[in-house]
């Protein structure tokens, strides 16, 4: 991408803040170490996977700031970018797609990483410019996500929180009856049946208060002693006007309706779980958890806040992002728990498959390993391995049925056992190789050392060839599922269609023909809608077919990920529990506009397996 020139540059614009902060002798060492590079229109110049050493100054020309598909920032003479790349800060935390692209022919200055930290350090005033305008950028990004997230918080309905079922009683019931229906139910409180056809309400402190404290006989029926006049809420108010309702009349219930009928007591308890659900509250949960059982709530936590943001309407790219960052400070801290200081300097946890990709919403099996450094010998390294992978499958993240985990030591190995495994992979290609070398291109840094990571897939990159067989087999798994057309179109115009997986039918061919061609280009990107951007910028997609593969991907995420979430809550078995991994969509149970949408999704995804057919000859 970059391509620096370390020759003589042009002048360097020091009038500029925060330069014009710099001492004449700190202005003549920096002009005599400034490298300068040129970029012609339209070439991407910094990626979200793309480290760099230095930070960009615009000479000449304008530079584009890309955050997925939208131009975020334009930077033109005299404008910096590249601190994120430079020190590896996350946008605020997040992990969506962010390059720079030459808007026209450009030039650019480079300053070095140690040249711009000796400045900062001579010069405090020059570095307190220039990382403190870096630091608020980075604030305000986090700030505007978080503002995102809780307008999405503040907009869940009742229904998404857990209620507690009714308990209803006779007002001619004792109070020891109530006690004994509480007990037996392992309820806080019962709804009483008064003759008018009111209903009132008796917990557990008014029982105390009565029996204890008033002194009344247990036998006294419940009916005079309930209180009426319920403070009710219909299921589909906001849980925001609930919390409003409990602090105005001192309760902690209320009671839920639904058409008029009492279908459970909203708890107070119940209710702040959900708001409490906010991706910073879950973040603090892990960077102070003291073991993995604080982990493992944490995590059962992600769950709620999935669907939260998900019934309130928030796009299915946000809640990747959110999860993806999520899962990895968990599995980070979990390392960290179990993993000695010289194991976390001497190795780099990865993870792969669609959590690698940055695309994992709901818990799918695990795909991870570890990238020992050549030399290193931890002697507790299998009970650690061990350790980390039961401890995930506590958290809800199920074993891979594959046994890609850092539990298997063909995924916990020196960094020259990966190369010869990579070595191998590519150039003695059987089906099973080309799942790995597939799982391990997707692969992203977790803890410890990324550099291990880093020269890993450099070494990959490096031992591709350009080998027409190769790319073709490699490709070949994008063609292996049907992707339903034709009659069943008709089909589900009737609502008779059959399941389908989504996963297979649509999902996986979008993921794995992008891959192929990905890796073709010898690129690093490992997100899919990144690897369509790219590829469609570098004229290896057509524009049209790129866009609308964009689209119809983030459609099918949508419809899988609903088909995922709307799980009545009695199918779950306790209360954090995930939904089932099934990727089955029936055609018959979406809406009409899901439906069309279904439909016209798998007709591009059968046009680009066409196309993936013809461009790596796998219909020859």
């Not at 000695?340 to 390993?369: F, H, W, Y």
């Not at 469609?536 to 524009?543: F, N, P, R, V």
């Amino acid at each position: 991408m970059q391509h620096a020139m370390p020759t003589a540059s042009p002048d360097f614009d020091f009038g500029r803040p925060p330069f014009d902060l710099l001492t004449e002798g700190q202005r003549a060492a920096l002009a005599g170490g400034l490298d300068i590079t040129l970029h012609p229109r339209g070439a991407v110049i910094l990626s979200r996977e793309e480290p760099t050493d230095s930070l960009f100054v615009v000479l000449r020309g304008t530079i584009e700031e890309r955050r997925g598909g939208e131009v975020a920032v334009v930077h033109g003479p005299g404008g910096r970018f590249g601190l994120q790349a430079l020190y590896g800060a996350a946008g605020g935390g997040g992990t969506g797609s962010r390059r720079f692209i030459a808007a026209e022919d450009c030039v650019c200055h480079l300053i070095p990483r140690a040249a711009l930290e000796a400045m900062a350090a001579e010069n405090p005033e020059f570095g307190a410019a220039i990382l403190g305008d870096f630091a608020q950028r980075m604030r305000d990004l986090a700030a505007l996500r978080s503002n995102r997230e809780m307008a999405a918080l503040t907009m869940a309905r009742i229904r998404q929180a857990h209620l507690h079922p009714p308990l209803f009683l006779d007002a001619a019931a004792s109070l020891r009856d109530a006690a004994d229906a509480m007990r037996r139910n392992r309820a806080s409180s019962v709804l009483v049946r008064g003759g008018d056809g009111r209903t009132g309400i008796l917990t557990g402190t008014d029982l105390r208060d009565l029996v204890v404290l008033d002194g009344r006989p247990v036998t006294d029926p419940v009916g005079p002693l309930a209180r009426y006049g319920l403070v009710t809420l219909d299921r589909d108010d906001l849980l925001f006007n609930a919390l409003v309702l409990m602090a105005k009349h001192a309760v902690r219930r209320l009671v839920v309706t639904e058409n008029g009928a009492i279908v459970g007591l909203l708890g107070q308890s119940d209710l702040l779980a959900v708001l409490s659900n906010h991706s910073q509250v879950i973040g603090l949960q892990v960077e102070h958890a003291t073991d993995p059982a604080d982990l493992r709530r944490a995590s059962r936590s992600i769950v709620e806040l999935i669907r939260t943001l998900h019934a309130t309407g928030v796009k299915v790219a946000f809640i990747a992002d959110l999860v993806t960052e999520l899962n990895r400070r968990i599995f980070r801290k979990l390392f960290e728990l179990l993993a000695p200081s010289d194991l976390l300097a001497n190795s780099c946890l990865i993870v792969m498959g669609s959590e690698g990709r940055g695309e994992q919403l709901l818990k799918t099996d695990q795909d991870n390993g570890l990238i020992l450094r050549d030399g290193f010998d931890c002697p507790g390294l299998p009970r650690i391995a061990a350790d980390f992978t039961r401890h995930l499958v506590e958290f809800g993240y199920p074993p891979c049925p594959g046994n890609i985990m850092v539990s298997n030591p063909e995924w916990t190995r020196p960094l020259a056992g990966y190369k010869d495994a990579l070595f191998n992979w590519v150039h003695r290609p059987d089906e099973a190789a080309q799942m790995n070398l597939a799982i391990f291109y997707d692969a992203a840094p977790v803890a410890g050392d990324a550099t291990l990571l880093s020269e890993a897939k450099e070494y990959l990159l490096s031992r591709l060839q350009d080998n027409q067989m190769f790319f073709t087999q490699f490709a070949r798994p994008a063609l292996s599922f049907d992707t339903p057309s034709g009659l069943f179109a008709a089909l589900f115009e009737r609502h008779r269609a059959e399941p389908v997986d989504i996963k297979k039918a649509g999902i996986f061919p979008i993921v794995h023909g992008v891959r192929a061609l990905a890796l073709e280009r010898h690129r690093a990107e490992t997100n899919t809608v990144e690897r369509i951007q790219v590829l469609a910028e570098l004229g290896a997609l057509d524009s049209k077919m790129a866009a609308d593969l964009v689209e119809a991907f983030t459609i099918l995420s949508t419809i899988r990920l609903k088909a995922r979430v709307d799980v009545p809550e009695d199918g779950l078995e306790a209360e954090g529990v995930e939904p089932a991994i099934d990727n089955l969509v029936h055609p018959d149970r979406l809406s009409k506009l899901d439906r069309d949408q279904f439909k016209d999704c798998l007709a591009l995804v059968k046009s680009f397996k066409e196309l993936i057919g013809h461009h790596f000859r796998l219909n020859h």
